[in-house]
């Protein structure tokens, strides 16, 4: 559950930076109660993400409003700031521990182009994983290709669970693989505290995950779902399985295709998803392509680092 009148107090918090921003979210335990030892919502920082069309100029305008949220790379100027932002880590910049009206806050600085890259193509799946769970928007302009891409961000994440589930499962079997999805890839190899954070943050927010997919799972032609018993039922033919493969993001689509494409044969996107379909270990291969997603993104995102680092040594 979002805490009581949190509203009225994002956006106040929200007021103490330039105002050009093309969405505003507040996410985690601070918004949503979790359960489990980050339970404490009242006391807990509050993360935030904000989505700017033009980083150069709102670094430019927060560095004369906020200098002391920056680190040592303020006196480098904004130009230099969004170009870490954009070239280390997953398109991100983060100023942590700041206290703003009297609450601890933490905020993450990502460009509007590169959040709808990772929308719709999952190349890191850092805010697009975040953006699978409820999160609370405190701002959002009317960027048509933005909303498009939060709303197939959704979808995909509904896919590619529909893909690696059974031909039933509940509501919260669906939600905890969505949930996962950004961890390993695979709810099944997430351990120890990650299995746990993740139930967590599922169980005592169904409420708010159906209010992020009812429509979704309503409209999917692929789905009956029976809103009463929380349960779902899905297309498991060889039919129904390729068009889901085929809306998946590109990212995973071409890791699907290395694992499945051997050596020499180069055979194409299509093909490859089409003889998947037809393969009993088709959630197993899905599985797989997620997990070597988010492997290559964090050796990618290590390489900038060890760049960055190296750069600035």
């Known amino acids: 559950m979002a805490l009581q009148s949190s509203g009225v107090a994002f956006r106040k918090i929200l007021s103490h930076f330039p105002e050009e921003l093309s969405l505003a979210f507040a996410y985690g335990s601070g918004v949503y109660r979790q359960a489990g ?38 006196v480098l100027g904004s130009k230099f700031i969004t170009t870490v932002q954009n070239n280390y880590g997953a398109g991100v910049y983060y100023n942590p521990l700041i206290l703003c009206d009297g609450r601890l806050i933490k905020y993450g600085v990502i460009s509007t182009r590169i959040l709808i890259e990772d929308l719709l193509n999952w190349n890191n799946l850092y805010i697009a994983g975040r953006l699978h769970k409820p999160v609370k928007i ?50 099944r190899m997430v351990v120890g505290e990650d299995k746990k954070k993740v139930l967590n943050i599922v169980k005592p927010n169904i409420v708010h995950f159906r209010e992020l997919y009812g429509n979704i799972l309503q409209e999917n032609p692929q789905v009956v779902y029976k809103i009463q018993q929380g349960r779902l039922e899905i297309d498991k033919s060889p039919e129904g399985q390729f068009t889901q493969l085929m809306t998946l993001p590109k990212t995973l689509q071409q890791q699907i295709n290395h694992i499945m494409d051997p050596p020499g044969k180069n055979r194409d996107v299509e093909e490859t998803l089409l003889q998947l379909a037809h393969d009993p270990d088709c959630a197993d291969v899905v599985r797989l392509g997620m997990k070597k997603s988010l492997i290559y993104s964090s050796l990618k995102l290590h390489k900038m680092w060890k760049g960055w680092l190296w750069k600035t040594s």
């Open 37 to 74: 030892p980050s339970s404490d919502q009242k006391n807990a920082m509050l993360d935030f993400v904000f989505t700017v069309d033009d980083p150069v100029a709102w670094h430019s305008k927060n560095l004369k409003k906020n200098w002391n949220h920056y680190s040592f790379l303020k």
């Open 138 to 187: 405190v701002a959002m302009n009317e960027n048509v290709a933005l909303r498009s891409a939060l709303d197939k961000n959704l979808k995909s994440a509904v896919t590619a669970a529909f893909l690696m589930l059974p031909e039933s499962f509940s509501e919260e079997d669906l939600f905890i693989e969505i949930a996962g999805l950004s961890y390993s890839g695979d709810f």
